[in-house]
């Protein structure tokens, strides 16, 4: 996609404490993405794959507020212009934020930017938890800030074959798609649902997952004049590279649905494309209507 530069001045950005050291493969609680760093830590860390994924149902629970004090008072030029994926995510979030604030206004539904933080490779307090890069991108709906350390997108290229800038958009525009979710209540009701009934709380978490999915590819289908060729098929790659099936396929596991916490590599290469051709977000609304 070709993005305008950020202004710095439109975007929250923040820079991970970090320095923490790698905390071992463990403990992880939360994060989108958490399933594909699982099957990385399985094989770069010898963490068992299923001992981290048991903890996916965690993905949307959330601890006590505990904001991080921006340290070092950078600006947020200083903080995009670090790396070209990190100026790149930049460019993103504030299209992002173009993109959605009208359409909350359009509905009647306050709207906040989330905020982007950089994670770097160190255990970092959030407002979910501690969260560490091995955990994958994800968004922590306490702090409304969308966590990523950008070397994922080398992981995303190397080990999971998707390559590819739009690759990286739908990455933080799934993220974003599940601060969508928090400000319009969606994310609350699924919660409520699935303690109501647990013997369905998976497939609601896919659902959500899917919805998020949806909203990425909304993002862009709003921008359609943004989209060069070969995006569609860098989202189609990497939308089917990290599908449950695939992954627990490239883990050597038993593919099992019952277990799948973000849809398979069909849903989520349907749910993108749902939003990009119609770069209707009402479509995406629909998808949780599916229970
Ligand atoms: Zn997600």
Redesign the pocket.
Known sequence: MRLNPFNPDSINVRRGGGGGGFPGGGGGRLG?GAIVIALIAAVVFGVDPGQMLGTMDDLQQTQSPQQQQQPGGETAAEICDDSAYATEACNALASLNQTWEPAFQQAGIEFQQPTLEFLSGGVESTGCGQASSAMGPFYCPADQTIYIDTSFYDQLDRELGAAGDFARYYVIA??YG?HIQALTGIANQVRSAQQQNPGAANQLQVLM?LQ?DCYAGAWAGKNRNAIDPGDFEEGMTAASAIGDDALMRGAGQRVSPENFT?GSSAQRMQALRLGLESGDDVQCDKIMQRT
């Open positions: 989108c799934h993220e599940h997952e998020a973000h």
